[in-house]
């Protein structure tokens, strides 16, 4: 395949769905390093990212006949698979932030380079671990409005659609949610 010829997703779903392995088999090599990124962002570890994308391409292979060519694109649909794998699992408290002698290394490192980056770098991690806990303490509608918004990038009429609620809720939810993420990381 030629890096400008066009990648029909929506045909390749639906060999998926009627069983096509070869079909999941070019969605992978088409999309899957750019796919484990996506999944690489939201976790942060590259094994679980792994892991991830395995799940999610179970996922896609499993649901690809629930795939409505007239709620989106293919190519949309499936990254959406993989980033809310990769939601669930943070969500679900199933990921730690964990610093590892290799990880130890690398700031050390990074901090010969660039004064006083250890200490800023352990001090992100610290923050991301609290960000994440304030995150868990919040009400699931809000908590997924604010993970819609600023990991997936969505707007608030796409959270809406997405979360099969009122636009003003949402945008209700968000601000409340920002407020009470404010408060907890003070």
């Known amino acids: 395949m030629s890096v400008t010829s066009e990648f029909d997703y929506e045909a390749a779903l639906a060999g998926c769905a009627r069983g096509d392995q070869h079909a999941l088999r070019r969605i992978y090599d088409r999309d899957g390093r750019r796919l484990l990124g996506v999944a690489l962002r939201i976790v942060r570890h590259r094994q679980?990212?792994?892991?991830?994308?395995?799940?999610?391409?179970?996922?896609?292979?499993?649901?690809?006949?629930?795939?409505?060519?007239?709620?989106?694109?293919?190519?949309?649909?499936?990254?959406?698979?993989?980033?809310?794998?990769?939601?669930?699992?943070?969500?679900?408290?199933?990921?730690?932030?964990?610093?590892?002698?290799?990880?130890?290394?690398d700031l050390a490192a990074d901090g010969a380079a660039h004064a006083g980056g250890v200490d800023e770098t352990i001090a992100l991690r610290q923050d991301i671990g609290r960000l994440h806990d304030c995150l868990v303490g919040l009400d699931p509608a809000k908590r997924r409005s604010i993970l819609y918004a600023y990991l997936d990038g969505c707007s608030h009429s796409e959270i809406a659609q997405r979360l099969s609620s009122p636009l003003g809720t949402v945008k209700a939810w968000i601000k409340r949610g920002l407020t009470a993420l404010r408060e907890c990381m003070g």
């Open 48 to 105: 679980i990212a792994e892991d991830v994308l395995h799940d999610a391409f179970l996922n896609i292979w499993t649901r690809a006949a629930s795939f409505d060519p007239a709620r989106g694109a293919g190519r949309g649909w499936i990254y959406s698979v993989v980033r809310n794998q990769a939601l669930s699992l943070v969500r679900g408290g199933e990921r730690e932030i964990a610093v590892d002698d290799e990880v130890l290394e």
